[in-house]
């Protein structure tokens, strides 16, 4: 089955820099890859997705990139505020017969010191 | 509009106990997924509704736990016999439908506390 590893598991920022999250996945055949934030005592918050036809996408603050070709993706955010202070977990879905199913990483717990 | 709920919030149950965990998807949605989430660790698939009937239940850990959804909406997460080890957040979400390019939409969850 699909196996995705996730990097760095913590990352501490200052308010107005950038951070950035990597992931990487076993499946080639994965073709859909959402992004979670997760706050405390609440359950993940879809941020932002990409499927596999595309290579980078954006909205406002935050960007996600794709290569199939090394099967990584990776979540960009800039300008950090205090209030993106979480967890973030990428996830893939499976292919075929297994295509509803999400694979999740172990998380990014993210700290932006003000 | 309102999201996927979930009852209780928490719960906190004795070794052997049953229990069950209750999920209320977002109106309209035929897929409901149960996922399991343990301390640092991210969700991980349990079993997945396609309406009424379970299409695929191959993340159960073992025949302690059952789910089920007889209407096609709300559902129900049961759990005989519990262990130490079953302590976790209870994850629900739910989608529009089954196809892989549907957004997940998650509930708060339900930790459970196996003393």
């Known amino acids: 089955g699909e196996n995705v590893e996730q990097h760095p598991s913590t990352l501490s920022v200052q308010e107005g820099d950038s951070a950035v999250i990597k992931c990487t996945y076993s499946?080639?055949?994965?073709?859909?890859f959402p992004w979670y934030k997760q706050e405390l005592g609440k359950g993940p918050q879809l941020i932002i997705d990409?499927?596999?036809?595309?290579g980078e996408k954006k909205d406002q603050r935050i960007a996600v990139t794709l290569n199939k070709t090394a099967k990584h993706f990776s979540l960009h955010i800039t300008e950090t505020q205090p209030e993106d202070s979480a967890v973030y977990f990428c996830?893939?879905?499976?292919?075929?017969?297994?295509?509803?199913?999400?694979?999740f990483g172990k998380g990014t717990l993210l700290t932006v010191n003000p | 509009g309102a999201g996927v709920s979930q009852t209780p919030s928490n719960k906190v149950t004795e070794k052997g106990k049953y229990v069950e965990l209750r999920c209320d998807p977002i109106?309209?949605?035929?897929?409901l997924y149960w996922y399991r989430q343990s301390l640092g660790q991210g969700p991980e698939f349990l079993i997945y509704?396609?309406?009424?009937?379970?299409?695929?239940d191959s993340g159960l850990p073992n025949d302690r736990f059952f789910a089920v959804r007889p209407e096609g909406s709300v559902s129900t997460l049961k759990i005989q016999r519990t262990e130490r080890g079953d302590s976790a957040v209870y994850l629900c979400?739910?989608?529009?439908?089954?196809?892989?390019?549907?957004?997940?939409?998650f509930g708060p969850g339900t930790r459970l506390t196996v003393l």
């Open positions: 990409i499927r596999s036809n595309v």
């Open positions: 979400a739910s989608s529009t439908s089954g196809r892989a390019s549907d957004t997940q939409y």
């Open positions: 996830a893939a879905k499976g292919s075929g017969g297994s295509n509803y199913k999400l694979t």
């Open positions: 109106s309209g949605h035929t897929a």
């Open positions: 509704f396609q309406g009424t009937g379970a299409a695929d």
């Open positions: 499946d080639s055949a994965s073709n859909y």
